[in-house]
């Protein structure tokens, strides 16, 4: 599983990750999902849509690059 935003609440996802025991199968990420591109092609791609459905703050646009990049 890999988590990815670009705000900081990403480390207190990671924190919650390690302190879990997940560190061997999640991986929190800060940055753009646009600029994500996995090492092996992902099976699914889920995103919290927000305002206008993904159409607000370019969302939609980096959904897709990252679908493209990374979808196998």
Same mark, same amino acid.
């Given at each position: 599983v890999v988590g &990815? @935003?670009?705000a900081? &609440?990403?480390q *207190? =996802? =990671?924190d919650l990750v390690d302190h879990n025991g997940l560190g061997d199968r999640v991986q929190i /990420?800060?940055?753009e999902a646009s600029a994500l591109v996995l090492d092996e092609p992902a099976d699914l791609l889920i995103s919290?849509? %927000?305002g206008s459905f =993904? /159409? *607000?703050e370019g969302m939609m646009d980096d959904l897709v690059v990252c679908r @493209?990049?990374? %979808?196998g």
């Open positions: &990815i @935003d670009q900081e &609440i990403t *207190v =996802a =990671a /990420l800060r940055g919290e849509w %927000l =993904a /159409l *607000v @493209d990049l990374n %979808l």
